[in-house]
């Protein structure tokens, strides 16, 4: 099986996000990658929100920083699997219903397939889906999970077939 090649980087911001849109159409466009985005919080408020070894252990939610995980959509012997977007946190609550009541109700025929505490929200999106409407809704809603402020900077970790 040929290697993956090491994914391809790219720093963007919640503002300005096109690049990530860009990306994540590519993926659709040719099936079988997925992206990470993640939050740039400060150095010093990473190192305040991070568990210790043994805390970990116990630790009930998942990892304080939010990262969001699109998958694209896959063609198998069952047909077209859509895309999913995920994102892991340590929010300690499921968010779905928290996330509406802040006025980040889900899009439009994307549906939970997740929503726990300690493995994070799955959502499968709409077939096709607006690639700018996913991206400023994951940025939106995993800011709103990160409990420190996070500073409006985002990398993208592009992971292509």
């Known amino acids: 099986m040929p290697k993956r ?6 720093e963007v911001t919640a503002a300005e996000p096109g690049p990530a849109v ?22 010093d408020d990473a190192v305040a929100v991070t568990p210790s070894a043994i805390g970990a252990m116990f630790r009930t939610a998942g990892p304080p920083i939010p990262q969001v995980t699109f998958m694209a959509p896959t063609e198998g012997r069952r047909g077209r699997k859509p895309a999913q977007l ?13 996330l509406a009541a802040d006025g980040m109700a889900l899009p439009e ?12 929200l799955i959502v499968r999106l709409a077939d096709p889906f607006d690639e700018a409407e996913a991206v400023d809704w994951a940025i939106r809603a995993a800011t709103a999970m990160c409990p420190i402020p996070t500073t409006g900077r985002w990398l993208a970790e592009v992971h292509r077939p």
Do not use: C, F, T, Y
């Not at 090649?5 to 790219?10: F, G, K």
């Not at 860009?22 to 150095?43: C, F, I, T």
């Not at 025929?109 to 994070?120: A, M, T």
């Open 86 to 98: 995920g994102i892991s946190h340590g929010v300690a609550a499921m968010v779905v219903r928290r």
């Open 5 to 10: 090649p090491p994914p391809e980087e790219i």
């Open 22 to 43: 860009e990306a994540l159409r590519e993926l659709v466009a040719a099936p079988g990658g997925w992206m990470n985005l993640k939050p740039e919080v400060s150095e």
């Open 109 to 120: 025929g994307w549906k939970v397939v997740q929503d726990h505490v300690r493995r994070g």
